[in-house]
């Protein structure tokens, strides 16, 4: 790559970064989603490149991604990693998130109304990052872009999705901490994940 191109691309993920930066502080100062903010650690609220292709999105941080401020650094991101390099994907390269960006208590499922806030952010900062394709790890995800998701049915079957000017690919598989305590569903995420970029082209390139 030039040099020109090479400070092109870091200028973009610069100004991106920084309108995530920017949205981050709305949350915080809007104090959206108050209880759960106030037995929080901190706001989760995403990583990785800002100027990415994928995005992959799962539910809430639980208690590591609580502590740490960064998602899935837990058991499930350490799978999620691995699957990752599996399919020559790199984490500095894509951009990882939840919907819900705070942890509920006890690591329990976010509730419709935490969704509910939460979705607009999300939908921003998609229209920061620009994705070509998002990934939704779990079935709470998932049916926040596919309401009509069965998970056992659909996991890895791509559609389309569009809000005003956004496009992009919707990619659903199960959860890296389902898929941890059955070793079915863990191969059925290895198979998934192994044909993302695959599914990507085809649909895309």
């Not at 691309?9 to 959206?32: A, F, N, V």
């Not at 994705?131 to 996991?155: E, Q, W, Y």
């Not at 956004?166 to 290895?190: D, E, S």
Request: net charge neutral.
């Amino acid at each position: 790559m030039s040099s020109f191109l090479s400070c092109l691309c870091y200028t973009i993920c610069m100004t991106k970064q920084q309108l995530m930066d920017d949205l981050k502080r709305e949350i915080i100062s809007k104090k959206i989603c108050l209880d759960l903010a106030n037995q929080a650690t901190q706001l989760v609220m995403g990583d990785g490149n800002p100027d990415a292709d994928i995005v992959f999105i799962g539910e809430a941080p639980g208690k590591k991604e609580d502590g740490q401020g960064l998602p899935f650094v837990g058991a499930a991101g350490k799978f999620l990693n691995e699957m990752l390099a599996a399919a020559e994907l790199d984490r500095k390269d894509v951009y990882i998130t939840n919907i819900v960006k705070y942890r509920p208590p006890n690591n329990r499922d976010p509730e419709p109304a935490e969704k509910r806030v939460f979705w607009p952010y999300l939908i921003r900062q998609l229209e920061i990052i620009q994705p070509k394709a998002v990934v939704t790890l779990g079935r709470h995800s998932g049916m926040a872009f596919i309401p009509d998701l069965h998970i056992s049915r659909d996991h890895g079957n791509a559609r389309w999705a569009q809000y005003h000017e956004l496009k992009f690919l919707v990619i659903p598989l199960y959860h890296p901490a389902a898929a941890l305590y059955n070793g079915g569903l863990r191969q059925t995420l290895i198979d998934d994940f192994l044909k993302v970029t695959k599914t990507i082209d085809q649909n895309i390139n």
